[in-house]
T-cell receptor
Framework: AQTVTQSQPEMSVQEAETVTLSCTYDTSESNYYLFWYKQPPSRQMILVIRQEAYKQQNATENRFSVNFQKAAKSFSLKISDSQLGDTAMYFCAFMKPYSGAGSYQLTFGKGTKLSVIP | NAGVMQNPRHLVRRRGQEARLRCSPMKGHSHVYWYRQLPEEGLKFMVYLQKENIIDESGMPKERFSAEFPKEGPSILRIQQVVRGDSAAYFC??????????????????FGEGSRLTVL
């Protein structure tokens, strides 16, 4: 079974600064997908960024980028130029490769609560 | 194109009552997933359904919980004889069919806004 660990329950960052959220995972799979989801106070789950394990290049989406270290099973999220709207819970999630039933089953970490301070 | 629609957004039940949560997937999506989020926790997989079929219910409690996705109408998560421990946010997600070897497009799993169940 896969596990996802987020070791930082809460973090804060000054507006316009950069913050990095940590995530480690455990799996015996060689190919898989990793995601960061954002959950603002509205509780909507919003996909921030995703990474395919077979790709060595780190994914980027505007101000969001990841540092994917496959050997270390680490998948951190960097938010640059933090904005007030970035205040939310951030969840790291793991998905196995396609294998038939349950192929879209996500395993989530417990989340990191990020507060952006004006 | 409407997103995943869940209702009710908030539901209050007394212990022993039944709770029914509904989920309408995005247009064109035939796969539905239910996840549960307990306070201070991440989402945990419960069940995966396709139209008229339960594909994977490995995350769903064996008793009191059931799910369906009929040919017509929304998917329904049903909780019988609710207990306080059932208080949680229940999220539905939908996706189009996935085939072996396909590359997963970004955001292919779309979540609804969740239904918050409170058991008194």
């Amino acid at each position: 079974a896969q596990t996802v660990t987020q070791s930082q329950p809460e973090m804060s960052v000054q507006e316009a600064e950069t913050v990095t959220l940590s995530c480690t995972y455990d799996t015996s799979e060689s190919n898989y997908y990793l995601f960061w989801y954002k959950q603002p106070p509205s509780r909507q789950m919003i996909l921030v960024i995703r990474q395919e394990a077979y790709k060595q290049q780190n994914a980027t989406e505007n101000r969001f980028s990841v540092n994917f270290q496959k050997a270390a099973k680490s998948f951190s999220l960097k938010i640059s130029d933090s904005q007030l709207g970035d205040t939310a819970m951030y969840f790291c999630a793991f998905m196995k490769p396609y294998s038939g039933a349950g192929s879209y089953q996500l395993t989530f970490g417990k989340g990191t609560k990020l507060s952006v301070i004006p | 194109n409407a997103g995943v629609m869940q209702n009710p957004r908030h539901l209050v039940r007394r212990r022993g009552q039944e709770a029914r949560l509904r989920c309408s997937p995005m247009k064109g999506h035939s796969h539905v997933y239910w996840y549960r989020q307990l306070p201070e926790e991440g989402l945990k997989f419960m069940v995966y359904l396709q139209k008229e079929n339960i594909i994977d219910e490995s995350g769903m409690p064996k008793e009191r919980f059931s799910a369906e996705f009929p040919k017509e109408g929304p998917s329904i998560l049903r909780i019988q004889q609710v207990v306080r421990g059932d208080s949680a946010a229940y999220f539905c997600a939908s996706s189009p069919p996935r085939t072996s070897g396909s590359v997963l497009p970004a955001g292919e799993l779309f979540f609804g806004e969740g239904s918050r169940l409170t058991v008194l």
